[in-house]
């Protein structure tokens, strides 16, 4: 445990390193935030219009609500995988006494810290700013619903992100475009980050709920603003918990085939 | 030069797969949030869906155009940190064309005759007038030479700063501010990417001009502003030229 908390705290002033690095990441995610505001507000332009399920304060809560959820959920260091892969560095860890898993899970702890405290803060000097009315939830059995789904979430996009990773060991020069469109692209949008899922045809959406993606940032929201409730928390609870165990074998599966490719190239 | 890019990226076939797709499922789940959300809403900021539609197709016109051209910007920091920028200097070949549009990208290449021909689809959807046609070509082009002044300045503040990466990430982030009519923003907000940062000219205003939003006398301030800007570019990278240092070399 001890050896993880170190790590924790190396990763976490590794990323203090490359502060530019950092703080541009997170304008960048700023400007996604005032596209996708404006955006909605123009819809919303008359507080009373109510389209696709959403008033006014629940679309907007929407939109702050990825902006922490994104930080909570898709801030991850694990995306370095691929390269340690394809040049040979993943040897270094092979051969210490330390869990890979465990190593990068630590690492993606404390940039999801760093990631959601500077998105508080962004979130409070945007309401400022924008003075948004926004949904606030008082249920507390709601609440802990979503703290349930977000700890599935977080799981789950681990489990995701090491599977795209480990495409690496078959194509190691492909391992970055495998997450462009894994992880940027498909996994951005059918997670509800770019926009509400619910705009879609019920057809779609009736499949997507059976992927994996809803439960990443879409999901949590819906139950956080009360759209899904009852019965329906409890289906959702089940298909998570079985995309995290599914994803998991997957993931132990991938890596133990993948090893058996490994060669160490460039050591 | 285009032609050995054209040839590296076709020897990574998986790679050229992998990104056309993305790029082409990227393309298509914006396409049908707009279509879908239009559905609901019947207009946004005032405009229809065939309206709104024309102003995504416009973004992703001159977005890929620039993109397709200026690749080689994405690839222009290794050369100012390694001081390997000595040697594009002392080539017989002027060393910002080479840092601008040494390495054309074909990925967008394949998908740009579709999207025109799209755009166009679209745009005729709209019934417009011959004189409109005319603006919204000429306010594309603009857009263009607006788009090579961005990266012209993003190159110079490579030079000067060595921060490359962010900067055309960011000048990436704020044009994506374009996809959607600009009139969704509020001022100050408006008046900031349509002038200051001119996404607005750059994107926005052929659209507007096709659907004859834009007097004669607009569209002449927007060309006398891509010049303007294009001008300021120029004289930003011979600054900059003069900043070069050669470290590392």
Redesign the interface.
Known sequence: MKKYLQIFKLSFQQEFAYR??FV??R??NI??I??TF??W???FKNPETS??GYNQEKILTYVFGILILRAIVFSARAVDVAGEISNGDITNFLLKPISYFKYWATRDTASKVLNLSFSVVEITILFVILRPHLFLQTNLLILFAVFVFLILAVILFFCLLFITNMSAFW?P??GW??Q??FI???TD?LSGG??PLD???YTFQKVLYSTPFPYLLFFPLQVYLGKIAGLEIIRGLVTSFAWVFILFMSVRFIWAKGLKRYSAEGR | MSRNSFLAVFN?K??LT??L??KL??FF??F??IV??LK??KS??GYNLNQTLLFFFTFNLIDTISQFLFREVYRFRPLIVSGGFDLVLSKPINALFRSLMGGADVIDLITIIPLTIATFYVASLLNPSILHTTFYILLVLNGLVIASAFHIFVLGLGIVTL?ID?TI??YR??T??G??PI????EP?RGIITFLIPIGVMVSFPAKAIMGLMSPIGVAWSLVFGGLILFLSLKFWKFALKKYTSASS
Not at chain 2, 183 to 186: F, L
């Open positions: 530019l690095n541009m990441w304008v960048r400007l996604q005032i596209l404006f955006l507000s123009s819809v389209v696709f194509m020069e492909n475009a495998a462009f469109l940027a692209i498909i949008f770019v926009f705009i879609l045809p | 990574q998986a790679a992998i990104f797709v993305g499922i990227r789940f914006f049908a949030f879908f959300l609901g809403t946004l900021a921060e962010h990430m960011i982030d704020l994506a501010l996809r959607f009139d969704i923003y509020k907000l």
